[in-house]
């Protein structure tokens, strides 16, 4: 089965041809990020005339990358949300005029969910029972997923997401945006071993799966205004902070759960020091539990992830029931 997948959440425009929901095709990803460093962050409305802008000319690459045409294609896959309703639209739209026009299948996705879906497109894929740990710029969620069908969310942040805060400190450190590799870069120039910069760990012995990100944020701004740490310092304290807690959370949950992998996802995932805290974390090594982790072109927002979780759900219309907070579902 072949499925052309559109996103369209955010700032990127992305198509891309999947087959059997495990082998690209092809997968074109167009960002208007250059345009978001002026203004230090996403403003919704620009994000969504660069979707208009990018649409067409991201499909038509996909396909002839893909040397295919939209009458081979068998369904189309679209992010039905979360995300930014501007940018949203433009996807949708697409997708359901391309629906209609072809007389293909509508397949709506859910975008959160998709992320998951990135470690499909390796070579090699994770066993159920898993505990997801997605973290990307809007949402922050530990997930349990019995199989592909039956989806638990054990916890979320209760404020800033994860790649929220990184782009947040990355602005009071005036690093530029996304913030999440500006942070990485940063960190990586604070050479000591020592630091008496300790940051807040939040929630990291709670009894719950939730998350929260603000009061460090807030920790992170307090000590830059002392004037007495680098950035560099601040940037290593805090991507130690939040790497910590993510880790920590989902060992917990993998102790907690009785489950055979662990599976990252989103744009966080990207980041090179959780990557290694996790491959390397011998908690999960002694448990015998498999890390799976997602190429970094795969963990940020893309259609491929998109066109592979629709080729898994095709047959579940009503995805809402699956992650109830993801509103934006359509008819097909
Ligand atoms: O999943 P994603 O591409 O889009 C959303 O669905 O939100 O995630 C984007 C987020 C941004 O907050 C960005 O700063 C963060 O992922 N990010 C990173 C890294 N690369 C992207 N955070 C930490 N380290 C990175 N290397
Ligand atoms: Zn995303």
């Known amino acids: 089965m072949t499925i052309l997948g559109i996103e369209t959440s955010c700032d990127e425009t992305s198509a891309a041809v999947v087959l059997n929901g495990r082998t690209i095709l092809s997968n074109v990803v167009s960002s208007s990020v250059d345009f978001h460093k002026k203004t230090g962050g996403i403003v919704p409305e620009v994000a969504a005339r660069k979707q208009v802008e990018s649409i067409i000319p991201v ?40 629906a209609l026009s072809l007389n293909k299948p509508l397949i709506p996705v859910n975008h959160l969910l998709a992320h998951i ?53 990355a602005r009071i450190l005036n690093l530029g945006y996304p913030g999440g590799p500006a942070i990485e870069k940063k960190a990586l ?21 939730d998350f929260s990100f603000s009061g460090l944020k807030t920790a992170a701004f307090t000590a830059f205004k002392t004037k007495k740490h680098t950035a560099c310092e601040i940037a290593h304290s805090f991507q130690e902070a939040v790497c910590e807690v993510l880790v920590k959370k989902t060992v917990k949950a993998v102790l907690e759960n009785k489950v055979n992998s662990v599976v990252l996802a989103g744009g966080v995932s990207a980041n090179k020091r959780l990557r290694e805290l996790f491959f390397k974390n011998e908690q999960l090594e002694k448990m015998k539990i498999k890390v ?22 095709r047959n579940i219309t009503q995805l809402e029931q699956v992650l109830p907070n993801s509103s934006l579902f359509f008819e097909n």
């Open 59 to 98: 499909l038509d690459e996909c396909l002839s990358l893909a040397k295919t045409t939209l009458k081979k294609i068998d369904a189309i896959a679209v992010t039905a949300g979360p995300g930014l309703l501007g940018s949203l639209i433009v996807g949708t739209a697409t997708a359901k005029t391309l």
């Open 117 to 169: 879906y990135a470690n499909w497109l390796e070579e090699n894929i994770p066993d159920f029972p898993l505990i997801s740990l997605i973290v990307s710029g809007g949402h922050t969620q530990l997930i349990l997923m019995k199989n592909h069908k039956d989806i638990k969310i054990l916890g979320e942040t209760r404020d800033d997401a994860a790649g929220e805060s990184f782009d947040k400190v």
């Open 189 to 209: 120039d604070f050479k000591s071993k020592e630091t008496s910069l300790v940051l807040p760990k939040p929630l990291i012995h709670s009894k719950d799966y």
């Open 292 to 313: 799976y982790i997602p190429k970094i072109a795969l963990c940020t927002d893309n259609a491929a992830s998109i066109a592979s979780c629709a080729f898994y759900h």
